[in-house]
């Protein structure tokens, strides 16, 4: 919590329901291998000019998005507007040796844009690999591996994406993206937002271990503190690595500006003392739209679809800049305004067009927060004492009380009605929200009336999160070891939330997510130890959605 915040000043946020589980909590199975090697580090030779990496995203058919940053002299340090402009070449090659070079580029950069390069190359071949790679000054970049989307009337039988949130550089090492970058089986890479934290060293840490403090040592608010944090994240091997091997879909949450942000401010914001909210905004926004291989400018939209052929779409969504303020607390009146928004009617409009697409099979979502209804009984912050006793046992229907979180959808429950609504009225089919943020892993069932799901079990949809990669879970708050305290919250949660059907509050990790015709299945992996740069990454389990369905499964095993 900032200094100079009260508690009642604070919005139900992650932290502050991590924290109401852990008041009601008293008191996972590891099993088959790990994901492959523990070594995997970007192709191609090291060089001071690009120590930053390479990276690509945004797959169309004939066309991605690459990525570097240059330091055409020690003077352009990151964040520093000091440095010439430099030409950079670009090159993609159909064949990892570049012998044969299908296209080939020169842009310039400089401090206006802290000297990185972002370039949309085109001309490309539907679903095909390519590598590509930059030079300037008479250095040569690391080579990037990527690959085309297919073509939009494609018949495609498999794709299969890493799932990925929630990267707190202090509070672990990005093991989870070493164990990804070695496997060799991704078409694509899908980060949901908090790819890194705005907080200075020692901030946000519920065991008081700063693995890797933060550069520049104090919370960032100006455009060269943006621009410093995305290049210190932007350093680490593992990252770099994971970038390097495949296209990146991202879209931002809050921690890329300031914690629980929303269209006039943050939680994490003091008007005054850290100036003003647009300035700030504005900021966090144009140092993203430089390090980040995404297509987006500064001012412009960041919410996107992206079609893979005729077996899927993926509407990334932007829930920070179109939503209305959260709610002060799960009992404030504001919740039952059917005006308040979280996603802007334009953006919602564009949600809704995407789901009723008929063209696609699956309609996935980038949603960096949860969509699901989670609720606890009224009366229970009052009764957090009694313990999960008290939680499982107050007598009232499943799905009744007060929301668990009202920074995510169940702080407008309006708008989600009309989510819901619009899959249960057109019988839309096969609609998968992949979430992050909430630092846990779920496997939800989406009801459109959530007071009558216990008894017709009728779901329009499905919602798969991923785990942090290294950001504080309920352990982490409890100061327990993994899979003790928090089984008990997690049951009490899954018995007054039936649509609930798999909940791991403690694991950090990644998610690896595979559609086909026949059915979609998540796979979760868990490291060993988030503060071990040797950690392994071990399978914990897998749900599947049959196609059709709108119901998640347990699955038989992981994928092959």
Known sequence: ?????????????????????????TGLAAAAATTGSASA???????????????????????????????????????SGQGPAADVEWEVAADPGFRRIVRRGSVRTGPARDHTVKVDADGLSPATGYWYRFRCAGALSAVGRTRTAPAADATVPRLRMAVVSCANLQAGWFTAYRHLAARSDLDLVVHLGDYLYEYAPGEYQARDVVVRPHDPATEIVSLSDYRRRHAQYKTDPDLQALHAVAPWVVTWDDHESANDAWSGGAENHTEGAEGAWRARRAAAQQAYAEWMPVRYEAGGQLYRRLRFGRLASLSMLDLRSHRDQQASSPVDPALDDPSRTIAGPEQLQFLLDGLADQQVQWKLVGNPVMIAPVRFPSGLESRAAEGVAALVDLPVPPVAGVPYNVDQWDGYPAERAAVLGHLRDRGIRDAVFLTGDIHSGWANELPADPSTYPLTGDSVGVELVCTSVTSDNLDDILGT?????????????????PHVKYLDFDSHGFSVLELTEAGAQMDWFVLTDRTDPRAAAVWSTSWRVPAGSSRVERAAGRLR
């Open 481 to 497: 070891p993994p899979r003790t305290a928090s089984a008990a919250v997690e049951t009490a949660v899954k018995v007054n939330n």
């Open 1 to 25: 919590m900032k200094q100079g915040v009260t508690p009642s000043e604070v919005q139900l946020s992650r932290r502050r329901a991590l924290q109401l589980a852990a008041a009601t909590g």
């Open 41 to 79: 580090t970007p192709p191609g030779r090291r060089s001071p000019v690009f120590g930053h990496g390479v990276a690509s995203g945004d797959p169309l058919p004939r066309s991605v998005v690459l990525w570097t940053r240059v330091t055409p002299t020690p003077a352009a340090t990151p964040g």
